[in-house]
Structures are given as C-alpha cells and as structure tokens.
C-alpha cells in the first residue's frame, strides 16, 4: 500500500467509476486524527469525503444545495460524509473534497475550518460554470465521432464541411443526400434535449436521421474532448490541410480550445443508435391553434428514445462509428 496523501489523482478515481467498482483512498496517516478517507461509493457512481468526528463534535452544516454533510456511525465510530447532490459536477467536486481534505491533513485544520476556508476560496469559482456544461462537452465528443466516420465514407474536406452544426444551422451534419442530428447523454437512459421546435423536422426533399449515443466514464482506457480534438485535427491537417482552418473555427465555435483544462475520459456505454427522425416523439405544430406559433419564442424538451428498435435502413456514414 502507499503511503497515504491528502490528494487522489482524478485518473485513479475515474477508473473505478468506469468499471463500477467501489473503493476507498486513507488521506491520513495510520494513529493521527482526525482521520481522513476518500471513498468511491458502492457501485462506482458516486464519491465522497469521509473524516472522523471527535468527542461532541458535530459536522459542519453544508451551506450549498449542490453539497450534501452527513454525520454517520462505523463501529462506534462517528465520522461526517461529504458528498454532491449533482452527479454532474463530480468531476469539480473532486477537486472540491481534494482542497478539503488538504486543508485537514496537510495544514492541521479542522474539519468545520477546513470546509469554510474551501468554500471561501472557491466562491469565485463556484459562481462561474465550466468553460463548457457537461451536456456540451459529451456533445462534441459524439459530433466528432461522428466527424471521423463520415470521413471514413466521404474523405476529410467533405466531412468537414457538413459538420455545420457549430455555425448555428438547424442540424449537425449536412451530407449530400442526407442531414444527420446527433444527440449524446451520459445517463442509462437514451433521453436527449430538443432544442426547438423544428430540429427533429426534416428539410424538404432530405432525409433526416437521428443518432444517439451513450457514453459512460471510461477509465484509463477512455477519451478525453481534448484527445478526440486533437485526432480528428491531426487527420485533417495530413489529409486534408485545406480544411483545417475550417475545422479549427468550428472547434472554436463549439467552445473547445487547446488550452482548456480537460481530464474526463469517456467511452461508448452502448452501441450507436441510429433513427429515421419521422419516427420519434416530438411535439407537433399542428396542434397550435392558428396564430399562436409565431407567439412562441424558444421551446426545449427531452424525449427518450430507450429501447426503440434502429432503423432497418442502413446509414454508411455512421457504420465505422467510435470514438476518435
């Protein structure tokens, strides 16, 4: 075993949340108090902080929605459970729990200072999102995947002009004889959000398909947006160099940059699932009484395509689908 430390790399919790283990990490050496672990709770699909509890000592009260403190009992052993009330923001809240758990192990704090040093400290951050939501971010790893497999049917410089989805068009991909939507969750279900009313319709005289993609937490063995990124910019640089700067406004468009921090690895939970769009749920226009649709400004909704059977047609774009 190594030693313990009040860190634990993102890449060795990312596995065990892959493979849908549990685990725990000691952040604190063997006799000290308190005592200090980072868990990766049953079933590998969540994590938290815990920390032993001393004489009358009470955990400290969580003073955001997205955190959650427990006091829970071990064997006669009281300890606090820290943990997030969005599985979303588990990537951040890692690093939440790591800057606590230094606060405690590294700097001597208690746990209630400990928390209201880390929360003061990441106000800033806090109050401020991500560069990119986690909903955009897989939505770009499945358009770039996506990406690659057109390549492989069309060339490079063809792929890369039907992607016009960054540049604000109805829909993702626009091929010669077809448009394509693609749609990526993260969750078990296959439920996707629509943005407008018109983005399953299709457009005059164009097939339109629909193509769903889950993605679940991939370990050592995944793809970051930054590896995807940075292989299908590789390709088109070698084989089609006239493209690049194309694909590098698109990129830019989507709100992926070189720069930008990027450590979450990803891989296909299911196979790819591709739709005739005609056949989906969708809210339908022709129901609106005369003169109200012009009175809607913006609609989003979700459906969930989960266990709808493919298309019996076949779509050679998508058939060498994976992630690049």
Known sequence: MTDPTASVPWGQVEEYLGSGQAT?????????HPRVWYVVEHGGKDIA??????GKELPPRATLPTIRIEQLADRGHRFA??????????????????????????HGRTLE?????TIRAWTALLDRPRALSLERRIGLIGELAALRSIA??????????????????????????????????????????????TQ????PGRPLWFASLQLTRGGADGRTLSDCARAIRHEVAEHAPAALRVLDRRLTASGWSDESADDERWTPRTP????????????DLSVLPAGTRERISSVQYAIDVTGLPPSPQSLPALADFRLP
């Open 24 to 32: 725990t990490f000691p952040l604190s050496r063997p006799g000290t």
């Open 49 to 54: 902080l815990h920390v032993g509890l001393e």
């Open 81 to 106: 459970r820290i943990r997030t009330t969005q599985p979303s923001l588990i990537r951040d809240f890692h690093d939440f729990l790591c800057a606590v758990a230094d606060r405690i192990v590294a």
């Open 113 to 117: 200072q400990a928390y209201a040093e």
């Open 152 to 197: 492989g049917e069309y060339g490079w410089g063809t792929a890369v002009d039907a992607w016009t989805g960054p540049d604000g068009e109805e829909h993702d991909f626009g091929l010669p004889a077809c448009d394509i939507e693609v749609k990526t969750t993260s969750s078990e279900l296959r439920r996707h959000t629509i943005h407008g009313l």
């Open 200 to 203: 399953l319709d299709p457009s």
């Open 272 to 283: 790819l699932l591709v739709l005739d769009a005609t056949t989906l749920p969708r809210i």
